[in-house]
């Protein structure tokens, strides 16, 4: 992408006054993939600056940078866990007899993670039950193609256990085997003076 500053004199683009170089480098900077915040403070210039250099908020420098990545990732990893919130109001002032109550208080938000891309696969709200969490996980596999990632994580919930094994299968637990000759520690010894 060519770059549409053509000196270094200072020059008014998208309503900044700057530096040709300036700009160039907050467009760098946008291009590799940061933020209009981070970009900002890295190159010193405020963060309306740098949005209104990249063009506003539905540029085609955002397209461009997220239009290369391959989608859905090769996803390694996945992270189970759930998250609280309570809805209007707190359990306790909430009546179960009410149907105006019916969607407020605790809920829960059964989340499948891949830590890697930094990508929620799955999410499911709602109360924290056996049936959510096995309802996270067959879809979690689905996503990934029926693949089951190298690694499987959660907050050692029971359901999920379950869940995981009814899905993926019994897991397979590797021997950790190191190529070459077993370490030998030497041995140490308390050198009383």
């Not at 900044?16 to 933020?35: I, M, P, T, W, Y």
């Not at 096995?134 to 999920?160: C, F, H, M, N, W």
């Not at 000759?181 to 010894?189: D, F, L, N, S």
Request: hydrophobic share 35%; aromatic share 6%.
């Amino acid at each position: 992408m060519q770059i549409p500053l053509l000196s270094n004199a200072n020059v008014l683009r998208y309503g900044s006054h700057l530096s040709g170089d300036k700009a160039r480098s907050v467009l760098d900077h946008l291009r590799e993939g940061n933020g209009t915040s981070q970009t900002g403070r890295l190159v010193g210039v405020h963060r309306e600056t740098a949005t209104r250099l990249n063009g506003g908020p539905d540029s085609t420098l955002k397209r461009t940078t997220t239009s290369t990545w391959l989608f859905p990732p090769r996803t390694r990893e996945v992270q189970f866990d759930e998250k609280w919130v309570f809805v209007a109001k707190q359990q306790e002032n909430c009546d179960p007899a009410n149907p105006a109550d019916a969607h407020k208080c605790d809920y829960w938000d059964h989340v499948a993670y891949d830590p890697e891309h930094r990508l929620s696969l799955a999410v499911i709200p709602g109360s924290r039950s056996i049936g959510n969490a096995d309802a996270i996980v067959p879809e979690v596999k689905q996503r990934l193609g029926g693949e089951p990632p190298e690694l499987i994580t959660s907050d050692e919930a029971p359901a999920y256990a379950t869940a995981i094994e009814q899905t993926f299968g019994v897991p397979v637990v590797q021997a950790s085997v190191r190529p070459g000759r077993p370490r030998i520690a030497p041995q140490r010894r308390l050198l009383v003076g």
